[in-house]
């Protein structure tokens, strides 16, 4: 991939130093359970599960997934409480939320939040 990158443009090159240097993946699994938790929170009444009060935690849900992922890219030092809470808040959809994306999106959540939750920079110790 090295071989790759070093006859590639320099954005690419920027873009994956950038990528190495974050949980990029977690924050992405994050990003795709929160865009899930949401928009199958506003399906038409006959695909869902639950009823109306689902739709606004389903919203606030998924929208707060998708802050947590971003928020994951952005501050990677705080990759601890970012990685906990989005697997907090992935469980809490299966609950609030047709049930997380019909499972889907729980599932997502958790495997973001876990990979985020696990990351640590290259030769740097993780107490």
Same mark, same amino acid.
């Given at each position: =991939?090295? &071989?790759?990158? &070093?006859?590639?443009? !320099?954005?690419? @090159?920027?873009?994956?130093? @950038?990528?190495? !240097?974050?949980?990029?993946? /977690?924050?992405?699994? $994050?990003?795709?359970? #929160? ?8 399906? %038409? ?5 639950? #009823?109306? %009060?689902? !739709?606004?935690?389903?919203? /606030? ?8 992922? $971003?928020?994951? @890219?952005?501050? %990677?030092?705080?990759?601890?409480? @970012?990685?906990? $809470?989005? =697997? ?11 049930? /997380? +994306? ?8 958790? $495997?973001? #939040? +876990? =990979?985020?939750? &696990?990351? +640590? %920079?290259?030769?740097? +110790? *993780? *107490?």
């Amino acid at each position: =991939m090295t &071989a790759v990158l &070093a006859r590639s443009p !320099r954005g690419l @090159w920027s873009f994956a130093r @950038w990528r190495q !240097r974050r949980p990029f993946w /977690g924050g992405t699994w $994050l990003i795709l359970a #929160g865009v899930l938790v949401a928009r199958t929170s506003v399906l %038409p009444v006959a695909v869902v599960v639950t #009823g109306t %009060p689902g !739709r606004s935690l389903g919203v /606030g849900f998924g929208g707060l997934l998708i802050l947590l992922g $971003l928020l994951a @890219w952005v501050v %990677p030092y705080y990759r601890h409480a @970012w990685g906990g $809470l989005g =697997m907090f808040v992935a469980v809490c959809a299966l609950l609030g939320s047709n049930l /997380g +994306a019909l499972g889907l999106g729980t599932a997502f959540g958790i $495997l973001g #939040g +876990a =990979m985020v939750l &696990a990351w +640590a %920079p290259a030769g740097v +110790a *993780d *107490d």
